[in-house]
């Protein structure tokens, strides 16, 4: 066996380039002296530097827990990669509150004993490795330098955050009772807040599952009648049905481009979609696609990509702008306003950008974020809203330069916001855990809500303007359904066992779509909370988006689009 060098510093490159490090990986690509060229590397798969770390972890938890005779002490101590590692013996705790030591007496009563529980420590090992894609990337957020390469790799086919605990797969929850007066079946609010612990303020506090419904257990039904879209040759990051069309798609992909695809054609090859490039960063041999948008309309379609270009196309794909920064910044986000003639675009230095969709041209700045923007919306044609690393949450209008409204609350990044329909209200979700409702006439949340155990990243209105019910997903693996007016929890619903970072609701707000890097996509009931369908894919899920009739579209990160119809599968 031979470790070199060489090999070393290109797992490393590699890693940083899959957690979104651009810059850092730039630098260090030319520092050691590695090919600038993608295709003249060796070829590792996403995440190889994480497993080999996993591996070699797992081989020191077993030798320092091995004793000279081949037993295996029982030790409940955490064992972790960095920091040293003082055994704890388990302990058995005896009626009379006395604890004894049981790993010598367990070894005498059992003489296989020990050998069992070291099996059992490796296969538990390996299966963790196996729920989480065998790699858990964790990244410093505590530096505004770190801002937009974090959010980079919240959106990469390598990034996962470890969950603090799996949830069970079969498992969900469900309401114990349903409201058949509304045409959606959305629970009885009234009734569902005796289940929870409000506080004072309007701050809400999720309960376990078992609490908030008794948990349902069936038999998942799994999708297998699935189209496949092939053409891209990196994985595919993005999605967007065209509003025009229930058979036009575009995907945004880390091969430098897009495509339109017309997914009435019987077949789904690269031949039957157009596609739309981008150019590379000079050194680079692709760039990464950040964001695809259709117009309200379907007649235009706007994408960016990490080198800060900016191009709009017609739905046939013929270029019509290309939008020309004054400077070259990575853009990760972008939003048409309703009328589509204005475009917005998040920068990651922390501007934000309008652009006149009659001439292509640079409308207007905006500078008031002291950390990468993260995400834009519209309220309305004219007033818009941003969020940041920095913490705030910021609402501005066309014409003015200078901020209409700052929302101040979150203690960390804020990861994503929605308008609701009606724009009366305004969610955020934040790297602090808690899902914040706004509204323009005060100054703090309307309703704070808190339940998950780690990072939000995404948050989606129900489609119904006369309901304020919003949905949140997390990095710890579930989805939650809150209540504006009630301020309570309706539903959590656990199946995934990785983070989740897509949702999606179907058009009439009855079913639920969430993707995670457990290669799983889970189509939830609102009526109850039951766990509908399943669809189990190759690898790791970017994205899903629910067309107006029907389908669901999935990003995946085998370079593949899946095209699903859970409702008629």
């Not at 850092?24 to 070829?43: A, C, I």
């Not at 920095?390 to 929302?407: A, E, L, M, N, Y």
């Amino acid at each position: 066996m031979v470790l070199k060098s060489e090999d070393v510093n290109y797992l490393v490159y590699r890693y940083l380039k899959e957690s979104g490090f651009m810059h850092s990986s730039y630098t260090f690509q030319v520092e050691s002296q590695l090919s600038k060229n993608d295709n003249e590397l060796p070829s590792v798969e996403p995440g190889s530097l994480i497993r080999v770390l996993q591996k070699g972890l797992q081989y020191m938890d077993v030798e320092t827990h091995l004793n000279e005779d081949g037993s295996a002490r029982l030790c409940s101590a955490p064992f972790s990669l960095v920091g040293k590692h003082v055994c704890s013996l388990v302990t058995d705790a005896t009626p009379n509150g006395r604890g004894k030591a049981v790993a010598n007496r367990q070894n005498e009563a059992s003489p296989n004993r020990s050998q069992q529980l070291l099996q059992q420590r490796v296969d538990d090992s390996s299966a963790s490795t196996m729920a989480h894609g065998g790699h858990t990337l964790v990244h410093d957020t505590g530096t505004a330098g770190k801002d937009g390469a974090k959010r980079l790799a919240k959106t990469r086919d390598t990034t996962i955050t470890h969950l603090s605990s799996a949830v069970a797969a079969s498992t969900m929850a469900a309401a114990e009772d349903d409201d058949e007066s509304m045409d959606v079946d959305v629970p009885d609010t009234e009734r569902d807040g005796q289940r929870h612990l409000s506080e004072p303020g309007g701050k809400a506090s999720a309960t376990s599952n078992a609490t908030l419904t008794g948990a349902i257990v069936r038999k998942t039904r799994l999708i297998d009648r699935v189209q496949m879209l092939r053409g891209h040759a990196s994985p595919v990051f993005l999605c967007a049905w065209s509003p025009a069309s229930n058979n036009v798609l575009a995907t945004g992909a880390g091969d430098g481009t897009a495509r339109i695809w017309d997914v009435s054609r019987p077949k789904s090859d690269d031949e039957y979609s157009v596609v739309l490039k981008h150019d590379a960063l000079p050194g680079e041999a692709r760039v990464d696609v950040t964001s695809i948008v259709w117009n309200a309309q379907g007649t235009l379609l706007s994408t960016a990509c990490f080198s800060g270009e900016m191009r709009v196309w017609t739905a046939a794909g013929e270029l019509k702008f290309t939008l020309k920064q004054t400077r070259q910044v990575p853009i990760v986000a972008m939003r048409w306003n309703h009328k589509g003639t204005l475009l917005l675009s998040a920068c990651l230095d922390g501007s934000i950008m309008l652009w006149d969709m009659q001439t292509g041209q640079l409308r207007q700045e905006y500078k008031g974020h002291k950390g990468s923007v993260l995400d834009v919306d519209w309220q309305d044609n004219s007033t818009f809203a941003s969020c940041s690393a920095d913490k705030s949450v910021i609402v501005w209008r066309d014409g003015s330069p200078t901020p209409v409204k700052t929302f101040v609350g979150h203690k960390s990044d804020v990861n994503a916001i929605k308008w609701h329909p009606t724009g009366k209200y305004l969610a955020s979700a934040s790297d602090d855990g808690s899902v914040k409702v706004w509204s323009m006439s005060s100054d703090t949340p309307v309703q704070d809500f808190f339940g998950h155990a780690q990072q939000v990243y995404t948050v989606k209105w129900l489609p119904r303007p006369d309901k304020s019910i919003v949905a949140s997903a997390s990095f710890d693996g579930t989805v939650r359904v809150w209540d504006v007016q009630s301020g309570t929890c309706l539903r959590v619903l656990s199946a995934h066992t990785a983070a989740v970072h897509c949702l999606s609701f179907s058009s009439d707000g009855r079913y639920l779509a969430s993707g995670s890097f457990d290669k799983n996509v889970r189509i939830w009931s609102i009526k109850d909370g039951s766990l509908f369908k399943t669809f189990v894919a190759d690898d790791g899920i970017h994205d899903v988006q629910w067309a107006a009739k029907g389908r669901v579209a999935v990003a995946i990160a085998n370079t593949q689009v899946a095209l699903l119809d859970p409702l008629n599968a």
